[in-house]
């Protein structure tokens, strides 16, 4: 491969990845103002789910390579990888579950804040499961997320008034986070990626099914899935796995990592600006922290 094609490889991944990070970081905007028209979680999360199954089904239905795996001797075993992706597909609907609660309670700027504790969840997820303990560029990464998330949180100002449900509901999100990434880079990673990406998103459709079941038959409102359905599925579960799918051969997993952590401006600005969400100086000063801390712990991948 040419150096012209590499680099031209590494700028047209680094846009798909950047465009997947502006989804994510769009959707905390996009829930409180469904939360504002009156719709509740069970609402945001079924229509975000069921329109998201069902776009990408049509899709990987429609895809030439819906029916091989990329290693077909795999092709025997392709009812436990079934099994295996829907059931990592969980905590994708776990992961919006408890996010979407947290914003009900605390601002969206913290919330993507709390969410991106993911960075150094995964760290302690991998030195656990290699059994030995990380660089020390990487520690120091994690204290620097740390100190940062204090600042971005405006923890040491806002300690009375800040409300610990809505902490608690993001620290469970980042919880699920780790785990779906550790699913996206570890399980059957053979599949295409829109079967793979289907049968996830059907492991998420199950879990918030299971979660709201009661709520679909008292008083749901099917009203959400004919407006902010549509966007919430469009920017949470049908457009990121398709750029990630595009992006992430092309630059990698380490520079991938470093671009999806831009979604934690884009959360912040959209909630300044659709929200009006204020954020002190200071907190961006935090925010740079937590963007730094993620190039810092992915410097050599």
Not at 33 to 40: N, R, T
Not at 108 to 124: C, D, K, R, T, Y
Not at 129 to 142: C, D, F, G, L, N
Request: glycine share 8%.
């Amino acid at each position: 491969m040419s150096a012209q094609k590499h680099n031209s490889d590494i700028w047209k991944g680094s846009l798909f990845i950047i465009m997947a990070a502006c989804c994510y970081g769009m959707l905390g905007t996009f829930v409180k103002l469904a939360y504002q028209d009156g719709y509740g979680t069970a609402e945001v999360t079924i229509s975000q789910f069921s329109i998201g199954f069902i776009v990408l089904l049509i899709l990987t239905v429609f895809s030439k390579k819906a029916t091989l795996f990329v290693n077909e001797k795999a092709v025997n075993k392709s009812r436990k990888s079934y099994i295996k992706l829907i059931i990592s597909g969980t905590s994708l609907g776990f992961t919006s579950i408890f996010y979407y609660m947290a914003v009900r309670y605390i601002p969206v700027s913290l919330g993507i804040v709390l969410l991106i504790q993911a960075v150094w969840m995964s760290l302690v997820l991998e030195m656990l499961q290699k059994r030995k303990r990380p660089e020390i560029y990487k520690i120091t990464a994690v204290c620097i997320i740390i100190f940062g998330t204090i600042l971005a949180t405006d923890v040491l100002h806002q300690y009375n008034q800040i409300n610990w449900k809505g902490v608690g509901w993001g620290i469970l999100a980042a919880i699920s986070y780790t785990a779906t990434m550790y699913s996206s880079n570890h399980i059957e990673v053979g599949f295409p990626t829109l079967k793979r990406s289907f049968l996830m998103v059907s492991g998420g459709l199950i879990t918030v099914l299971l979660t709201f079941c009661v709520s679909l038959v008292n008083g749901f409102s099917f009203e959400i899935f004919f407006n902010w359905g549509i966007l919430i599925a469009l920017f949470g579960t049908i457009l990121p796995p398709i750029f990630f799918s595009k992006g992430m051969p092309l630059i990698g997993i380490g520079l991938g990592a470093i671009f999806t952590s831009l979604e934690i401006p884009v959360s912040i600005l959209f909630a300044h600006f659709l929200l009006d969400e204020y954020v002190s100086f200071s907190q961006w000063i935090g925010v740079c922290l937590v963007l730094v801390a993620a190039m810092l712990k992915n410097r050599n991948t």
